[in-house]
């Protein structure tokens, strides 16, 4: 029961912190959705780091990472959220946006989440 809640806390964190920079960054006008790409950069960045730090210091336990990685980043990421912004690109026809948010997010995903640990090097 633990570990339900760990990731409910983290998972609630996440999805407002979430929601708050597609509120602020998400482009109306142009409907390019800045926020949630930038949401899920940072989250696999962090997921990286902390996965990173977890297997090289040995320093975090099973309910530190069900919290960071599990809870948190699996609430501050969101693929729903991804999907449904490139079904919009389609449905209006805007295949460029779509091309490039889709390539996009893939690549600097991943490698944003081997930069996080890589970085885990340095600490």
Known sequence: MKQLILVFVGGGFG???RYLI????NDAETGIPYGTFI???LGSLLIGFILGYAVKNEAL????TLLLATGFCGGFTTFSTFAYENHVFLKSGDFTSFAFYTIASFVVGFLAVFAGMYLVKFI
């Open 15 to 17: 999805s407002v912190l």
């Open 22 to 25: 597609g509120k602020f960054l």
């Open 39 to 41: 949401a899920n950069i």
């Open 61 to 64: 336990s099973q309910n530190h």
